[in-house]
């Protein structure tokens, strides 16, 4: 039997129609109106938002993974960045990018790469007394187990610098949360808040502060630890990157393998938005404004030159993404599937 086609070539029988579809559609809508003579469900129970504890990529032979060591909404961003601006400019910025003027949640996001042949962990959280102390914070070790990982299997802890942010987890009930790890801080960091100089800060600052937990978190480890200098080598495809101004003698670090690159930059952003958009402006927490802020400039143009993937700490967890120019200014990107290829 001969098969009669339309116009266009193609068979009736085999094509549904556009009306088809869509009265299909009507009747998929429409059949629950079938089961109205049924006793209600009970309502599912509201379960709370997700939270991500870790993610992990490969980069070149290396495995790395970022790890949430807090989730707090907090004021700000101003004056954490751009101390030095009214706040009305600030708030205009966050309003401009679809942002709370008032409010915003910080990453507090350690990076640990595994090398295979060693576990590097980059920051050790908040610990049990830092900036953001539990139930909100000094999740890390949570987020370590949840990745997969014990605190005996880390072999290196690396400190960008020693805030309270930073340190504060490297002790658990006062003992070391990482008992065989080697540490790893920069030599002038060490050197500072070791000195009396910021214990004669007065007692509600932050540099007061920091020195003490220096003292209870930091000194007790000396005996383990090596200091290095920019450039300085953490372990084969990891160095030291200059970045002070934060801290005196604070890193950022670059992380190779078989030709990826990862920039672990510490605290050289406050802010996904405003640090970059705005690098000049003043951060609350650097020691050092001017020298903070020449920095910034100097990462975010070696960032965005290079086209190098970053781990931010305190940009929006997973705290991973590239930086791309944008007028005076740079732009964060957060990275999407990039990893996976």
């Known amino acids: 039997m001969k098969t009669t086609l339309p116009p266009s070539g193609r068979c009736r ?6 009306r088809a579809i869509l009265v299909g559609a009507v009747g998929l809508v429409a059949a629950p109106a079938v089961l109205r003579g049924l006793p209600a469900q009970a309502a599912a129970p509201e379960l709370g938002p997700s ?22 909404m907090i004021d700000g961003p101003w004056p954490i960045v751009g101390e030095n601006r009214p706040a009305g400019e600030v708030e205009a910025l966050m309003q401009a990018n679809l942002l709370p003027e008032k409010r915003f949640r910080p990453g507090f996001s350690p990076t640990l790469v595994n090398t295979g042949r060693e576990l590097v962990l980059f920051d050790a959280g ?12 000094g999740w890390l070790l949570r987020s370590l187990k949840a ?56 007692k509600e600052s932050n540099e007061y502060g920091s020195a003490v937990m220096f003292r209870s978190h930091v000194l007790p480890l000396a005996d383990r630890m090596s200091f290095i200098a920019a450039d300085g080598e953490v372990a ?24 990826r690159r990862l920039l672990v930059w510490g605290d050289c952003a406050h802010h996904e938005v405003a640090s970059l958009a705005r690098p000049d402006w003043h951060a609350l927490f650097d020691q050092d404004k001017e020298a903070g802020a020449a920095t910034r400039r100097r990462i975010y143009d070696m960032a965005a030159t290079d086209r190098v993937a970053v781990a931010a700490y305190h940009t929006s967890f997973p705290s991973l993404g590239y930086v791309e120019r944008r007028g005076e200014g740079y732009r964060w990107l957060p990275v999407t599937y990039q990893f996976g290829i």
């Open 13 to 18: 029988s085999a094509v549904p129609s556009r």
């Open 51 to 72: 939270i991500q504890t870790f993610q992990r990529f490969r980069l070149g032979a290396f495995e790395v993974t970022t790890l949430l060591d807090a989730s707090a």
């Open 126 to 137: 908040n610990g049990e007394q830092g900036f953001v102390p539990p139930p909100a914070g």
């Open 147 to 202: 990745a997969g990982y014990a605190p005996e299997q880390v072999d290196v802890v690396v400190l960008t610098h020693a805030h309270p942010d930073h340190i504060g987890g490297l002790l658990v009930g006062g003992a070391p949360a990482f008992p065989k790890a080697r540490y790893v801080i920069g030599a002038t960091e060490f050197d500072f808040w070791k000195s009396e100089r910021p214990l004669a800060a007065p």
């Open 236 to 259: 084969p495809g990891i160095h030291a990157v200059a970045a002070h101004g934060h801290t005196p003698g604070h890193l950022a670090f670059h992380v190779e393998s078989e030709g």
